[in-house]
């Protein structure tokens, strides 16, 4: 058991990324609006993290930075699709080059520098000292956020209370919602710099927690597999959670087949994650045909609101 255990805090370290950048996702997607620049996000997350922690020689400031720029990127990006009625798909396509191209840039004086502050692992006193299982509970902050506050959080707002309920009519109907009063646009932004904000944080626990150095491509295209886990988890925070450390699960596993000598390819373990992505897609589709209507995407998903249309 104790050698699983290794591949189990991969699996929680790496997961907590994807599921803050899945929440973000989830919050934006359930307005109405697909933000396909995480990636590009969660790269400027990760740079700007570590940019402000070693100036200001403060892990928080730099996961308040990430959040920062993640949350202003969103905004530009709903100036155009929400406000402008741009093609949302380009935009995020547009807004995710421009992220890395950009994250490179600041990046390339502390390229394969070690960050000068990173968080430390918080212990749960009494469950840290369980034989074998303890190191389970002493957790980065970004995993606890991940899996516990983050996803309960967004599930109780969005389910449970006027606001979210608000927010879910603008993804199914803006017009039946504008026609009662729900300002659609201003509901539309907010999710989408609330989903920023998030995939900003994502991309500051790459740097200040799991890997803390900064170096360009270290996303490595986990803001797509963000994007995918979103309509795999049928737009629901708390499925998303459990599907990141699932996907978690899935990335440790090539590390660790690695690092333990597996008769595998390098190359092949590399590719499970996205090959896991595809499967996961696919699959529960085919085994399942009666959960597309359970997990089907919001009903103005991607369509520009436009008032004069009603």
């Known amino acids: 058991m104790s050698v699983w255990i290794p591949l189990f805090l991969h699996a929680l370290a790496y997961g907590s990324i994807l599921a803050l950048?899945?929440?973000?996702?989830?919050?934006?997607?359930?307005?109405?609006?697909?933000?396909?620049?995480?990636?590009?996000?969660?790269?400027?997350?990760?740079?700007?993290?570590?940019?402000?922690?070693?100036?200001?020689m403060s892990p928080w400031i730099g996961a308040l930075a990430a959040m920062g720029v993640g949350g202003f990127g969103s905004f530009v990006l709903g100036l155009a699709t929400v406000n402008g009625a741009a093609n949302q798909t380009l935009c995020g396509v547009a807004l995710t080059f421009l992220g890395l191209g950009l994250s490179a840039v600041l990046g390339h004086t502390v390229a394969g520098l070690p960050v000068a502050v990173v968080f430390g692992n918080w212990s749960i006193p009494g469950l840290v000292s369980i034989p074998v299982i303890g190191p389970l509970f002493s957790q980065s902050p970004f995993v606890y956020l991940a899996f516990g506050l983050v996803p309960l959080l967004c599930h109780v707002v969005l389910f449970r209370t006027r606001l979210g309920l608000s927010l879910r009519a603008v993804g199914e109907n803006p017009a039946a919602a504008d026609a009662v009063g729900i300002p659609v646009r201003r509901f539309r932004l907010g999710a989408l710099v609330a989903g920023g904000i998030l995939a900003g944080l994502a991309g500051a626990d790459m740097t200040l927690s799991v890997m803390p150095v900064w170096s360009e491509g270290m996303i490595a295209g986990r803001g797509w597999i963000a994007v995918a886990l979103v309509i795999f988890c049928g737009y629901r925070p708390v499925l998303a959670?459990?599907?990141?450390?699932?996907f978690?699960?899935?990335?440790?596993?090539?590390?660790?087949?690695?690092?333990?000598?597996?008769?595998?390819?390098?190359?092949?373990?590399?590719?499970?994650?996205?090959?896991?992505?595809?499967?996961?897609?696919?699959?529960?589709?085919?085994?399942?045909?009666?959960?597309?209507?359970?997990?089907?995407?919001?009903?103005?998903?991607?369509?520009?609101?436009?008032?004069?249309?009603?």
Request: aromatic share 8%; glycine share 10%; no cysteine.
């Open 21 to 56: 950048a899945a929440q973000g996702e989830v919050i934006a997607e359930r307005s109405g609006v697909i933000n396909l620049g995480v990636e590009g996000l969660m790269a400027l997350g990760a740079v700007v993290a570590a940019l402000a922690a070693d100036a200001s």
């Open 241 to 246: 959670a459990a599907s990141a450390l699932l």
């Open 248 to 310: 978690g699960l899935v990335m440790s596993l090539s590390f660790f087949g690695q690092a333990q000598g597996w008769p595998i390819a390098p190359a092949v373990l590399n590719m499970t994650p996205y090959l896991g992505t595809i499967l996961f897609m696919i699959l529960p589709a085919l085994l399942f045909p009666g959960m597309r209507r359970l997990m089907a995407a919001p009903a103005a998903l991607g369509t520009p609101y436009f008032r004069e249309e009603r």
